[in-house]
């Protein structure tokens, strides 16, 4: 029975998402993914705990294969809180007018006032729903939509919720002993108190604060029938469907993963996106299970089997070495998450080793089939683990150290309780015998702390160090490219900040950053077109191997089609203006100010030439006054990887466009130039303040005049972050708050002024992209951007 009503409370739960995605998505996703992803979502957050984060999470992986970004699964995740919320509402209100004075635990106030608070509650329900049936009702928070069910929906979902948690007491009611259970109205308002006190307490699944609830409710102090009922209802409620949810979950992303390959040898193929971190969690438990079992009494009859054909030193012996192995084990998980060959050999190798210790410790058969199976798991699967590196390589992080400073924390405890019957005395370190568990505990948890310590203390000290600043020589093949290219932008590779990966033919090149787990590629692979789409590939292998995403940023919608091969998700960041110099001239009203600007810096004394690249160096102590006048005028720094800075080195490597005013340089801009005169451009332009209010209008006039005399068709304005990003109900998450950000964001950065600007030379708009992974990596990746840009996640904003 119990079976059974844990069977209607989720077939319960999953009609919360399927009511949710017809108010949310109506016709995007099939009421049959809703379904499941309400039973797998349920499943899991109901185990785990933190409803609202872990179901959201896996809510958010299936909804995702709908096409359903973010925002709308939080609107999903949203309505369903509503409808449990209305549910529990109605229940504990029916169960107080049931018979409000049944449980003397759960009174309020008195029987009388009881009633009226649960009719006021039902009113207000009704109320509610009154509302609703008004018409369409919304909530909008910050232009965030949330709709709100109809009437009808409304009155479903009280419905499905009360039946959901019904069914639930009741699968725990049935187990009772009668003479325990009160009647089952009175339990409900139990039931329903003792699981919002665990969602309260946030433990996983209310471990331990529902059973204690449900214990003092009923007044069964620690009845052993009660706490069987107890534990078997945590099996079938909460265990039982968590196993079978996670299974269920793992078949999905397998068969969208496989749905999405179409190249088995390639670096995404199913078993490297799937086993490395099935195998990395089964590891981890192996080794707690190993430490775990260090930490409790061994089963009497097996080490009386084991002492007639072992000596007793072995056998300590191999208690010891196996809670080490434990330890190590969860050490080495980490690796195999992050794909590490080296780290699955070691495991397999450690995983036989505690499989041998567990029987020689104690005739565990039942760990050492279970670690010798996860050890076959790995030994089929080594094309699963294909990045190099060595021990150094899954070296605990800080957040690791904690986990494992947190598990060894517990078991610990757990071995304490275990043992708390014997009495503590200095001679139990020295005590050897076969019935000597609490002494063979101790040990190996001294044991354990002085080696957890030790690799605690390694890892602190070898933290992965920020790599070395400086310029970066730039390779004779990357010269040679950039001089045959019909672009501009490439140009600030050789800014000297970035690295490069160059095609077997020195053909290609991409230029590219580090930052976090991040490797981005600044712009496409620059050169000879099939070269540069092979280095997609490549480019993104190499990050692979060495546990990081690519990351493609500033990249023309040309081959968008090739990122998307790679899985890429593809966002728009802003557009680029260029001009065309071919019909440009200053003639006509449009270009009013720009004529203005140039008269009058003639009027004021200000002429325009261009230094050439071998006299640079010369001025480049005027430059630096220049440049140094311009940055105590604005509240950020200099920047980096996709901005030019002022570098003597760099600057050097231009032609410099310069604005005099009585001989002395007042303004300049370094100009970048195509390899066959198809674009020019600039990068830095910077001008001493109060010399003119209209020397940047002048320079701008002069250069495009002067890129239009030299014979160039294009002239390359630049981006404008965020420009063109659409503003519908109907657009990503990304696009809504990238608008948000472009129309609110002054304070941080003139998003709107400096397209207005650019749109004033009348330019061809071209938008620009990321492709880099999605779903929750994709704030990770603009925030390692950001920094490489930045040199911090905020920098960005500074103007």
Not at 32 to 39: H, K, P, S, T, V
Not at 350 to 378: N, Q, R, Y
Not at 485 to 505: E, Q, R
Not at 647 to 659: G, H, K, N, T
């Amino acid at each position: 029975m119990a079976l059974l009503f844990t069977a209607v409370s989720f077939a319960a739960m999953a009609l919360y998402d399927v009511i949710a995605v017809r108010g949310v998505a109506p016709g995007r996703v099939s009421l049959q993914l809703a379904a499941f992803a309400g039973l797998v979502g349920y499943g899991i957050s109901n185990a785990i705990g933190f409803h609202v984060l872990v179901g959201g999470t896996v809510r958010y992986r299936i909804y995702q294969a709908a096409g359903l970004d973010a925002a709308d699964v939080g609107r999903i995740v949203g309505m369903t809180a509503l409808t449990f919320s209305a549910g529990l509402l109605t229940i504990i209100s029916l169960g107080i007018l049931g018979d409000p004075a049944g449980l003397p635990f759960l009174r309020l106030v008195s029987p009388a006032d009881d009633r009226i608070l649960a009719g006021a509650a039902l009113l207000l329900l009704g109320a509610g729903i009154a509302w609703l049936a008004g018409g369409p009702r919304e909530l909008n928070v910050l232009k965030w939509r949330f709709p709100l069910p109809s009437a009808g929906n409304a009155m479903a979902q009280i419905a499905i919720g009360a039946i959901d948690i019904g069914a639930a007491a009741a699968a725990l009611y049935v187990l009772l002993p009668p003479d325990v259970a009160p009647g089952f109205a009175v339990f409900l308002v139990l039931f329903v108190a003792a699981i919002s006190a665990g969602i309260v307490s946030h433990a996983p699944g209310g471990l331990g604060v529902v059973e204690a609830t449900i214990l003092l409710g009923l007044g069964a102090g620690t009845r052993p029938d009660v706490l069987a009922a107890l534990v078997v209802f945590r099996l079938i409620y909460y265990v039982l469907p968590l196993a079978l949810a996670s299974t269920a979950l793992i078949i999905f992303e397998i068969r969208r993963v496989q749905a999405r390959t179409r190249n088995r040898g390639r670096a995404f193929a199913v078993t490297r996106r799937v086993v490395p971190p099935i195998a990395a969690t089964l590891v981890f438990l192996g080794g707690v299970v190993l430490l775990l079992s260090g930490d409790t009494p061994a089963i009497s009859d097996r080490t009386g089997v084991l002492s007639t054909i072992l000596p007793l030193p072995f056998a300590e012996a191999s208690h010891l070495l196996a809670s080490l192995v434990g330890l190590s084990l969860i050490i080495l998980a980490r690796g195999l998450n992050r794909r590490i060959a080296f780290a699955r050999v070691a495991a397999i190798a450690l995983l036989l080793a505690g499989a041998v210790f567990s029987l020689l410790k104690g005739l565990d058969w039942e760990e050492a089939l279970t670690l010798s199976i996860v050890a076959g798991v790995l030994y089929f699967n080594p094309h699963a683990f294909y990045r190099k590196g060595d021990w150094r390589s899954f070296r605990p992080n800080r957040t690791w150290l904690a986990l494992m400073g947190v598990v060894l924390a517990a078991l610990t405890l757990i071995g304490f309780l275990a043992f708390r019957h014997v009495e503590y005395q200095t001679d139990l370190w020295w005590q050897f015998a076969w019935d000597g568990d609490a002494p063979r505990f101790l040990r190996a948890t001294l044991a354990l702390a002085i080696v957890a310590a030790a690799i605690a203390v390694d890892a602190l000290i070898h933290q992965p160090q920020k790599p070395a600043t400086g310029r970066v020589a730039i390779p004779s093949a990357v010269r040679d490219i950039l001089k045959t290219i019909s672009g501009t932008t490439p140009n600030v590779a050789l800014l000297g900040d970035k690295s490069f990966l160059l095609s077997d033919d020195g053909k290609a090149f991409v230029m590219f950053g580090v930052a976090g787990r991040s490797w981005i590629s600044l712009g496409e692979p620059v050169g000879e077109t099939k070269a540069a789409r092979q280095l997609v590939w490549q480019f993104a292998e190499s990050a692979d191997r060495a546990g990081a995403r690519a990351v493609f940023y500033a990249i023309s919608p040309d081959h968008l089609s090739l990122y998307l091969d790679l899985g890429l998700q593809i966002l728009k960041t802003g557009e680029v203006a260029r001009v065309d110099l071919s019909t440009f001239s200053l003639e006509g009203k449009a270009r009013h100010d720009f004529r203005y600007a140039e008269n009058r810096a003639a009027r004021e004394g200000i002429t325009f030439s261009v230094i050439p690249k071998a006299d640079v160096p010369a001025a480049m102590a005027e430059l630096r006054s220049v440049s140094d006048a311009w940055l105590e005028t604005k509240k950020g720094h200099e920047k980096g990887f996709s901005l030019g800075r002022f570098d003597e080195a760099y600057i050097s490597e231009f032609d410099c466009a310069v604005l005099k005013k009585d001989g002395a340089i007042v303004a300049f801009a370094n100009l970048w130039r195509s390899g066959d005169k198809n674009e020019i451009s600039i990068d830095l332009m910077r001008y001493k303040p109060g010399v003119s209010k209209v020397i940047m209008d002048a320079l701008f006039a002069h250069l495009l005049l002067y890129g239009k005399t030299e014979g160039y068709r294009w002239f390359n304005l630049g981006a404008a972050p965020l420009a063109g990003l659409t503003d519908h109900p109907l657009a990503s998450t990304w696009n809504r708050v990238g608008t948000f950000i472009y129309r609110r964001g002054d304070e941080f950065y003139n998003f709107e002024g400096l397209r207005a600007f650019k749109e004033k030379f009348g330019p061809v708009w071209t938008p620009q992209y990321i492709a880099c992974p999605g779903g929750f990596a994709m704030p990770h990746v603009l925030l390692d951007i950001a920094s490489l840009i930045s040199g911090s996640p905020i920098g960005i904003f500074k103007r």
